[in-house]
């Protein structure tokens, strides 16, 4: 094994993180080479020291007072959470609702306007003001004649309607 | 996840919240502790390490009973503390941060027991800022938390061999930095 070899594996060496071939390998190397025995000495002493500096260094825990705080909090944002979670159940029933409410309103004002067929009735509406005025009588009158004419044999046909759209043909 | 994390995981989920101390008490100091150690600021751990608790109940249902429930809270830790480096912009304060006095425990009136713990902090706090975000979180969780490489990659959602890389220059770089900067604690150990 040569010494570019073995160098790079040095740091998983000092862990005891190579397969135990490997490791009997880069050993062998070691005992042969001083320089890449030096750096795997230094190697794993460094890594000795920064795990002793890290044991030494005694960090702080949570004070109770602090851990019960955030116990609390934690449990609080959660209770919020669940309000915030009934209400995200509570928004669809809300919209289908409101849904619901538009759709009767639509029906509602379809149920008035269909029956009547506005344009329906603005041509009969038209119609009839042109009868009106073709027979020369007042739009306030109480009977309605129509005219029917045969093209071919020249037979006339009039028909008069009262208020209740009650006809009579030819009344004279 | 053992049975009485499982049990209490199930008693949290059934209602009983109350259940949630028990289950994250034996992870209170040192979640708090490697927070720490990657924020390098005692006020962003204690917001880490609460997020990181607040999440873990949040997200208790997504838990997976037949995996290791140390490690799922540790990968809440990991990702809760990176997003808060991000939004912070950590990075310009660790170096002005990186004394914080306060997550230490008191060193008494002993001014000589002071400054040893001052540089005892200042040493490990060197070291570990030479270290990349990655590199740092690889040489926590291995060398000084002591978990296997296989956990680590586990945590940190990338491959053993990922591990191996980071952690081999991890390694190289705090020999570098303890040989160029503090020779005696190589001396010590020899």
Redesign the interface.
């Known amino acids: 094994m040569t010494c570019r070899g073995t160098n790079?594996?040095l740091?998983?060496l000092?862990?005891n993180?190579l397969s135990r071939k490997k490791a009997l390998k880069l050993k062998a190397h070691l005992e042969r080479c001083p320089g890449c025995r030096k750096e795997a000495?230094?190697?794993s002493?460094?890594?000795?020291?920064?795990?002793?500096?890290?044991q030494?260094?005694?960090?702080?825990?949570?004070t109770d007072s602090?851990?019960r705080q955030?116990?609390k909090?934690?449990?609080a944002?959660?209770m919020e959470?669940k309000q915030w979670g009934v209400r995200l159940v509570r928004k669809p029933a809300f919209a289908f609702g409101l849904a619901l409410l538009l759709f009767a309103a639509g029906a509602l004002w379809l149920q008035k306007k269909l029956p009547l067929r506005p344009e329906e009735h603005g041509v009969l509406q038209a119609r009839s003001q042109t009868a009106v005025q073709r027979s020369g009588e007042s739009a306030g009158q109480d009977v309605l004649s129509m005219t029917i004419v045969s093209q071919e044999t020249g037979l006339k046909i009039v028909w008069f309607f009262n208020k209740n759209f009650e006809w009579k043909e030819n009344p004279q | 996840m053992d049975d009485r994390e499982r049990a209490l995981v199930e008693r949290v989920l059934s209602g009983d919240i109350d259940a949630f101390e028990p289950l994250i008490t034996p992870y209170r100091q040192p979640l708090l502790s490697l927070a720490y150690r990657i924020t390098r600021n005692w006020e962003d751990a204690k917001e880490t390490s609460q997020e990181t608790f607040l999440r873990a109940f949040k997200y208790l249902a997504n838990v997976d009973v037949q995996k290791s429930f140390r490690n799922w809270i540790y990968q809440i830790l990991i990702n809760t503390a990176r997003n808060l480096k991000k939004k912070q912009a950590v990075q310009e304060r660790l170096r002005c941060d990186a004394l914080a006095p306060e997550l230490f425990v008191d060193s008494g009136n002993d001014p000589e027991q002071h400054q040893l713990d001052r540089e005892l902090r200042s040493q490990l706090a060197d070291c570990l800022d030479r270290l990349s975000d990655r590199e740092r979180e690889i040489f926590l969780l291995r060398d000084i938390e002591e978990w296997n490489i296989r956990e680590t990659a586990d945590v940190l959602k990338c491959s053993s061999i990922a591990v191996r890389v980071h952690l081999s220059a991890a390694r190289r770089k705090i020999k570098e930095r303890i040989k160029e900067k503090y020779p005696f604690l190589l001396e010590v150990r020899r």
């Open positions: 790079k594996y740091p998983l000092a862990g993180e000495e230094e190697i002493a460094a890594l000795d020291a920064a795990k002793g500096l890290a030494k260094e005694a960090l702080r825990d949570w602090e851990w955030m116990l909090s934690v449990t944002a959660d959470r």
